[in-house]
């Protein structure tokens, strides 16, 4: 069953915070609304405005650091220790959701060298970014397999 369709930055905002309570973190939120304050400027659709841009960054407190940033035109990117997923923004609320269950891990290899953070989200493709040796936190190098 595909997540439910979030088609604005607030409703994306509102069910990633939904999100959290469910998972015992506060949430810090920032928002940039407005053609001066965001990097997208006003939407023209035939001819005149049709819409505000908004955008938000969320930080959440505890272990792992995580952090979400929506932009106006359905890109997300959510850092998690430092590592950037570039993540829909109806499966947001579902990817922290794994974080937070600790469905992560980090897969390393000798040969050759690599190590990628993969978050499993159940009924999904794994999400894979990879990590530098050198950027591994105590959190991550705690999920290593």
């Known amino acids: 069953m595909p997540p ?14 939904a999100v959290a309570r469910r998972h015992g973190r506060s949430v810090r939120a920032r928002h940039d609304i407005g053609a001066d304050r ?7 659709a035939d001819g005149g405005f049709d819409a505000v841009p908004h955008e938000a960054l969320l930080e959440f407190d505890g272990s792992p ?4 940033r929506l932009f106006t035109h359905d890109e ?12 829909d923004r109806d499966r947001v609320p579902g990817f922290l959701d794994a974080v937070w269950s ?22 999904e493709p794994s999400h894979r970014e990879g990590i530098g040796v050198h950027d591994l ?9």
């Open 4 to 17: 439910p369709h979030l088609p604005t930055t607030q409703s994306a905002v509102l069910a990633v915070e």
């Open 38 to 44: 965001t990097f997208a400027g006003l939407v023209e």
């Open 65 to 68: 650091a995580v952090g979400v």
């Open 76 to 87: 997300v990117t959510v850092t998690v220790e430092g590592v950037a997923f570039d993540v």
């Open 102 to 123: 600790d469905l992560v891990h980090v897969e390393a290899r000798t040969f050759p060298p690599s190590t990628t953070l993969i978050v499993t989200v159940p009924g």
């Open 137 to 145: 936190t105590p959190w991550l190098a705690g999920r290593i397999r």
